[in-house]
Structure formats: C-alpha cells, structure tokens
C-alpha cells in the first residue's frame, strides 16, 4: 500500500497514532520495533512514541532547509515485523511519498529608506 503527502521546505509531517491491525481491521500489537527507511531522496524522517503494547506508535518526516536542498521526491519504506507466535510471517510495509517544494513568493520585504540630500 502506498500513502502520499507534500509539504513546503522548513516544515515537519507527523502522522500520530499509526495503529497496526489484523486482516478484520482490529488493533493489534507488533512482533517489533517499527522502522523508516529512505529509499530514495534527501528529506528524512523518524519512528516516534512507539507503544509496543498497543502496536501503536508516530512517524514524523523533515522536509529540511528553508533554502530548498531538500526538495522534491521521497520515499520512505515503514515496515514492522508482525511474527507474535514464531511462524515466521513476513513483516508488514508500507511505502510513503513525501514531495516537498520552496515556497512561492507572497511579498517584498522593503528595508527602511535612506534619505539623502541631492
């Protein structure tokens, strides 16, 4: 399954609450620690809060640099391995594509005028 999101450079996605859920679409808990992984492009991004009880946990992904370094296309692969009883399932993924852009300009910011005799 894939997810899309965008955001401009210098702002930060979080995705709270990510839940795992069996095949009824019923929370349930992970057989690990869930992993983000770049596969291609320059943003970044983290698990957070994982409740490992719950199944439950935070992905949260950095556009970068307000001076557009960062820009453009990235995905990230989620994955968590699901194997509670030993049987050797394969772990669940899902992937993210994050496009983030530089802000258009909206305004000029005047300095203060220099007033000089002529």
């Given at each position: ?23 009824r ?61 030993g ?32």
């Open positions: 399954m894939a997810t899309s999101v965008s955001s401009l450079t210098g702002q930060k996605v979080t995705f709270t609450g990510i839940q795992a859920k069996d095949s679409g019923n929370p349930t808990k992970l057989g690990g620690t869930p992993v983000l992984t770049v596969v291609s492009g320059s943003a970044t991004g983290v698990v957070e809060n994982y409740d490992e009880a719950a199944g439950s946990f935070d992905v949260a992904l950095t556009a970068g640099d307000l001076g557009g370094a960062n820009t453009g296309l990235t995905e990230f692969k989620l994955s968590a391995p699901v194997d509670l009883d049987s050797g399932d394969a772990p669940i993924e899902e992937t993210i594509a994050y496009v983030v852009s530089v802000p258009e300009a909206s305004s000029f910011a005047l300095p203060e005028p220099v007033i000089a005799d002529i």
